[in-house]
């Protein structure tokens, strides 16, 4: 239980076009998703914190116009790269929060997606 | 932004050794995470530790906590070179540390 699909898994854009990335809770109901961020042998840079039905908050520094995040329902989380520019070339993680915590209390990770824009 | 930083950023040892990493954090936590990544992958939740508890075992696993301290340590026993990957604590409120990157050599 408590899976998280995220999708695509790899994008390849040109510069100035928007990649939609999704982040489905495939068995449970996610009220909270966090987006990451994460480059080339670094850590994961927290974007957003999703929340559903609501308006998500974004991290000091992140641009929300460039990151559109959408949370429509408790298990669709969707981030839209809009004009993307070779700088926003990076790999994005999905979390999501069980609305009921699981046995173990942890999060849920998407396999992420590698964006590549050219 | 990032919550702490893991010590040490890279980690090599034989097959059989103990691998130890520490990470450290900011805020006040109500709880703290250790996740592991391999490479270009999600994140698998490893263990959980609640602040009010100062250790916690699970298969190979110890994690121990020091609230006083903020800081946290995790212990991988008898490593296997499976257990090659990047190691990352996170505190409840999911900002994650720099990592560390661990080498299990056959």
């Known amino acids: 239980g408590a899976v998280v699909s995220q999708h695509p898994s790899w994008v390849i854009c040109k510069s100035g076009t928007s990649v939609k990335i999704e982040c489905r809770s495939l068995?449970?109901?996610?009220?909270?998703m966090f987006w990451y961020r994460q480059f080339p042998k670094q850590s994961l840079m927290l974007m957003a914190t999703?929340?559903?039905?609501?308006?998500?908050?974004?991290e000091q520094g992140v641009e929300k116009d460039k990151f559109l995040i959408n949370h429509a329902s408790l298990t669709l989380s969707t981030l839209t790269v809009t004009s993307a520019h070779p700088e926003d070339s990076s790999f994005y993680i999905c979390?999501?929060?069980?609305?009921?915590?699981?046995?173990?209390?942890?999060?849920?990770f998407g396999s992420g997606t590698r964006l590549t824009v050219v | 932004s990032q919550q702490g930083e893991e010590d040490p950023q890279a980690l090599s040892i034989q097959e059989g050794e103990n691998a130890t990493m520490n990470c450290s954090y900011k805020?006040?936590?109500?709880?703290l995470q250790w996740y592991r990544q391999n490479s270009g992958r999600g994140l698998v939740h490893l263990i959980l530790?609640?602040?009010?508890?100062r250790e916690k075992h699970s298969g190979r696993l110890r994690v121990t906590l020091d609230t006083s301290k903020k800081s946290s340590s995790l212990l991988i026993t008898a490593s296997r070179a499976a257990d090659t990957a990047s190691y990352f604590c996170?505190?409840?409120?999911?900002?994650f540390g720099a990592g560390t990157r661990l080498t299990v050599k056959p």
């Open positions: 530790i609640r602040s009010n508890e």
């Open positions: 805020t006040s936590i109500n709880n």
């Open positions: 996170a505190t409840n409120d999911m900002r």
């Open positions: 068995d449970f109901q996610a009220t909270t």
């Open positions: 999703s929340n559903e039905g609501s308006k998500a908050t974004y």
């Open positions: 979390s999501a929060r069980p609305l009921r915590l699981w046995g173990v209390y942890g999060y849920t």
